[in-house]
């Protein structure tokens, strides 16, 4: 399963963003996406988490700012980002994970992938 993440660039802050992500390859179906990120100098860290079950996770440094969508008919993942500030600056990193495609209509091995990283930058 790939990812391919695009949409980051150099904004002032107080500006927005999207963030896209497309899923593609053969899979049977996605428990969850998600997207991270990783500043200069810090780990990489839980921007926000939507499970297919209904279970949403966002980090409360972004919360009331930055909203995950999917659009399951694409396969794509969607970060739109509000309110934009200096310390949001990163490399932001979109992950999905579910199982493979298996015999006839059955899920095959679980995956878990990432793409490969989009570099947002803010401006004070």
């Known amino acids: 399963v790939q990812l391919q993440a695009s949409g980051g660039g150099l904004v002032q802050a107080g500006g927005s963003l999207r963030l896209s992500c497309a899923i593609s390859?053969?899979?049977?179906?996605?428990?969850?996406v998600a997207w991270y990120r990783q500043a200069p100098g810090k780990e990489r860290a839980l921007v926000a988490r939507?499970?297919?079950?209904?279970?949403?996770n966002v980090s409360p440094s972004v919360k009331d700012r930055f909203t995950i969508t999917r659009d399951s008919a694409t396969n794509s993942v969607y970060l739109h980002m509000n309110s934009l500030k200096p310390e949001d600056t990163a490399v932001y990193y979109c992950?999905?994970?579910?199982?493979?495609?298996?015999?006839?209509?059955?899920?095959?091995?679980?995956?878990?992938?990432w793409g490969q990283g989009t570099q947002v930058t803010v401006s004070s």
């Open positions: 390859g053969n899979f049977h179906s996605i428990k969850s």
């Open positions: 939507m499970s297919t079950d209904g279970d949403l």
């Open positions: 992950n999905a994970d579910g199982y493979l495609s298996g015999k006839g209509w059955s899920p095959g091995r679980y995956f878990n992938s």
